[in-house]
């Protein structure tokens, strides 16, 4: 089973990259430095792929707890109030670096997810109580056929901690990592070559796998 990993990088800030994914940080202040506001967080497409690639910055505010999204400057914009059924978020999508090329953002205080999808946005919703998680094993979510992916953090003046959410979710494969004090990169998922393939090849040849790939 793919495990889940999570960062702790204290008193460092990082930049991250989503590739088809790989994410690499870098751009870290002197280890006895305080967490800044913000971070980098870099991008890095490799994954070969030429249609578009869009990142979301969502989750809770550690200052306001309030619930919304990061421009790619880093700055906060909560969530307006939501429906019953409900009603379509803001567009607070980043236009992602193209195949081969590599985007730098800003990601302030936050606990939640960086999402990427390739060619089509994703489709986020709001409900009274909140922001609607895509959900592939719906058959009726907007986003089952969108190819995506995410990863999950939290970034608090303590550090930042990171994974790369393989265990809920196999899907566009990528890599993160934090750069630390010393210059040095320690990454995490990072799969074996054909090792993509070879998860969905072992799933078809299980009986009653074959219907979720």
Do not use: C
Request: charged fraction near 15%.
């Amino acid at each position: 089973m793919l495990s889940r990993l999570r960062h702790r990088l204290l008193a460092v800030a990082a930049a991250a990259g989503l590739t088809g994914a790989l994410l690499t940080f870098g751009a870290a202040p002197p280890a006895d430095a305080a967490v800044p506001a913000t971070i980098p967080l870099k991008i890095t497409n490799n994954s070969a792929r030429g249609d578009a690639v869009h990142i979301y910055n969502l989750g809770t505010s550690l200052t306001t707890g309030q619930q919304g999204w990061a421009d790619e400057n880093g700055t906060f914009h909560a969530w307006p109030a939501g429906g019953n059924p409900p009603t379509p978020a803001p567009d607070a999508s980043i236009p992602g670096p193209a195949a081969g090329q590599t985007k730098t953002i800003r990601i302030p205080k936050l606990s939640g997810r960086i999402y990427f999808s390739y060619g089509q946005k994703l489709d986020f919703r709001l409900t009274t109580g909140g922001l609607v998680q895509p959900a592939v094993q719906n058959p009726s979510d907007p986003n089952r056929d969108i190819l995506f992916n995410w990863s999950e953090y939290t970034l608090n003046d303590g550090g930042l901690w990171l994974n790369s959410t393989q265990v809920d979710m196999f899907s566009a494969p990528y890599t993160v990592g934090v750069q630390r004090a010393d210059g040095g990169v320690t990454s995490a998922g990072q799969l074996e070559p054909g090792g993509y393939h070879g998860v969905f090849d072992a799933l078809r040849a299980q009986p009653g796998w074959g219907g979720l790939i």
